[in-house]
Each structure stands twice: as structure tokens, then as C-alpha cells.
Nanobody, 115 residues
């Protein structure tokens, strides 16, 4: 069993920055990957970035250059550094860990970008 707990959301003005954290508890394997998704108002949940315990990472094109994903194996934590935030980045951000037999999701953390 895995539990994911996100933190770091909040309200910022356009151009601001936030760093989200997701810490996993339970058994984590070196083959595991973790990801950040987001769901904006009236929108479907969308993949933002992925990271695995081998160190590989990817950030989707629509946030590339502004968002960075990283992780700390020892802390079982993945981070999403978000810079130059825009109003369209407003969403609930979810942490995700997929396994072959089930999906694990965090509870989500709200990010609001508004002047």
C-alpha cells in the first residue's frame, strides 16, 4: 500500500513561483515512477511531468521552460518547481504513482494564480 501526500500549493500573482512536494509512504521500488497531474476548472486532468527513481524525468511541452520536476530517493519525495506562473496554471495538482495492478493518487493541492 502506498500513500501520497502533496503540499506546497497556494495563491500567487502572475509571474510568481511555487514548489510542490509529494511524499510517498509505504513500499517504493526502484522501478517506480511518479508524476504530477493537474485539473483546472472545467478541464480534464492532464499530465504535467514525470520522474522515476532512476533519475529520468520529463516535463510536458505546455509548461516546459517554466516547470521542473525532481526527486529525492531517500526522502521518497518528488518536487514540482513552478516558475513564471500564469493564470491558466490555476488547478488542483495531483501526485500519481502507477503500478501494474493499481493507481495511487494524492489528495491534491490547490494552486491559484491571480492578480
Amino acid at each position: 500500500q502506498v500513500q501520497l501526500v502533496e503540499s506546497g500549493g497556494g495563491s500567487v500573482q502572475p509571474g510568481g513561483s511555487l514548489r510542490l512536494s509529494c511524499t510517498a509512504s509505504g513500499t517504493i521500488f526502484s522501478s517506480d515512477s511518479m508524476a504530477w497531474y493537474r485539473q483546472g476548472p472545467g478541464k480534464e486532468r492532464a499530465l504535467v511531468a514525470t520522474w522515476n527513481y532512476g533519475g529520468a524525468s520529463n516535463v510536458e511541452d505546455f509548461v516546459k521552460g517554466r516547470f521542473t520536476i525532481s526527486g529525492d530517493n531517500a526522502k521518497k519525495t518528488v518536487y514540482l518547481e513552478m516558475n513564471n506562473l500564469r493564470p491558466e496554471d490555476t488547478a488542483v495538482y495531483y501526485c500519481h504513482l502507477p503500478r501494474w495492478d493499481r493507481q495511487f493518487w494524492g489528495q491534491g493541492t490547490q494552486v491559484t494564480v491571480s492578480s
